[in-house]
Nanobody, 115 residues
Framework: QVHLVESGGGLVQPGGSLRLSCVAS????????MGWYRQAPGKQRDLVAR???????IYADSVKGRFTISRDNAKNTVFLQMNSLKPEDTAVYYC?????????WGQGTQVTVSS
């Protein structure tokens, strides 16, 4: 189906920035939604942000004003620019897509915010 590969995670100090990328490949008919979820140890997987093909964006309240999601439809790529990072942003971040082929998930990339 759709294969997703995330990159850009790492260790950053509070107040710092990271940019996550996710590239979709494989059998793709039409990707409606691309976005990001995150999951901290012992917690459920929560929506961070999503972007529709036409450009409409939805953010979790906890990241509004700090994170920006964008996509390059021609390259089947979604980005997440994360600024003013806080320790509570620490989690594994998962890329996902919703398409005519169904829902696909990436393998996850670790983001750690610590001093």
């Amino acid at each position: 189906q759709v294969h997703l590969v995330e990159s850009g995670g790492g260790l950053v100090q509070p107040g710092g920035s990271l940019r996550l990328s996710c590239v979709a490949s494989g059998t793709i008919f039409s990707i409606d939604v691309m976005g990001w979820y995150r999951q901290a140890p012992g917690k459920q997987r929560d929506l961070v942000a999503r972007i529709f093909r036409g450009g409409t964006r939805i953010y979790a309240d906890s990241v509004k004003g700090r994170f920006t999601i964008s996509r390059d439809n021609a390259k089947n790529t979604v980005f997440l620019q994360m600024n003013s990072l806080k320790p509570e942003d620490t989690a594994v971040y998962y890329c996902y897509t919703s398409s005519t082929a169904g829902i696909s998930w990436g393998q996850g990339t670790q983001v750690t915010v610590s001093s």
